[in-house]
């Protein structure tokens, strides 16, 4: 069984930064990919970036695209999302997850393509 771990969320005010850690316990990323998700109430799960570990390039949302950068840790299992200039709207409860082996759709963002999920960190922008 493969456990997700999120940290590093907070309240910060606009156009701060915040860097998010996620640890995969259980699971080897080599042939998987890990992506962040956020949700607010009332609306749906929004894929903000996803991370291959076999090379191929990263990708984002056009929402975080430019400001936020997702990157993999010294160990194959950690992802990082790196979040700056952060606005107001970008408040929301993040998430990180990770696909089955052998299953990560090339620049997927859905839900549905991710398997595991961790239990999310509230990230809150003020103005």
């Known amino acids: 069984q493969v456990h997700l771990m999120e940290s590093g969320g907070g309240s910060v005010q606009a156009g701060g930064s915040l860097r998010l850690s996620c640890v995969a316990s259980g699971a080897s990323s080599s042939t998987r990919c890990m992506a962040w998700f956020r949700q607010v109430p009332g609306k749906e799960r929004e894929g903000i970036a996803g991370?291959?570990?076999?090379?191929?390039?990263?990708y984002y949302d056009d929402s975080v695209q430019g400001r936020f950068t997702i990157s993999q840790g010294n160990a194959q299992n950690t992802v990082y999302l790196e979040m700056t200039k952060l606005e107001p709207e970008d408040t929301a409860v993040y998430f990180c997850?990770?696909?089955?082996?052998?299953?990560?759709?090339?620049?997927?963002?859905?839900?549905?393509?991710?398997?595991?999920w961790g239990q999310g960190t509230q990230v809150t922008v003020s103005s």
């Open positions: 991370q291959y570990f076999d090379g191929r390039p990263k």
């Open positions: 997850a990770i696909t089955k082996p052998f299953a990560c759709t090339p620049n997927s963002l859905s839900p549905a393509d991710f398997h595991y």
